[in-house]
């Protein structure tokens, strides 16, 4: 006994209306939960730099300095003198030259800058950059 099929599947193409649905709806819980992904790292801003500065030649050494004052090494805040103790054994360990690069917000004092660069010395460290903006991240470009 033959048995005959009435209903045909996938008969077309898929609605339109349907897709767009799951891709809208996609797109949504795509921005909420990028929205509510958590950045680590310390917030600095930066000063601009209008042409490219040199680099550092030597192995280096990051150091945050946001615009309270507080200092940041490695993601941990630290005082001067434990970050003084760090930097040395990072001198030590590296039996060479080593860079610091300074990344302070633009609303840092000077004084503080200098205090900093000066503890990188008596710990060994000879050069010392600071880190700035990009020129085309000022909206100008190069």
Do not use: W
Not at 46 to 58: D, I, K, N, V
Not at 65 to 87: F, I, M, P
């Amino acid at each position: 006994m033959k048995i005959h099929r009435r209903a045909k599947i996938l008969c077309g193409l898929p609605d339109a209306a349907a897709l767009a649905c799951v891709v809208f709806l996609a797109l949504i819980l795509l921005l909420l939960t990028s929205s509510l992904v958590y950045t680590p790292g310390v917030r600095v801003e930066l000063p601009p730099a209008t042409a490219a500065l040199p680099g550092a030649q030597h192995p280096s050494v990051v150091v945050a300095l946001d615009r309270s004052g507080q200092l940041y090494y490695q993601n941990q805040v630290l005082d001067e003198e434990t970050l003084k103790g760090r930097l040395a054994a990072e001198v030590k360990r590296s039996r060479g030259g080593l860079t610091l690069v300074l990344q302070a917000d633009k609303a840092v004092a000077y004084e503080i800058i200098v205090r900093v660069v000066q503890l990188a010395r008596d710990a060994g460290i000879k050069e010392t950059f600071l880190a700035t903006r990009p020129g085309i991240f000022n909206g100008k470009a190069p």
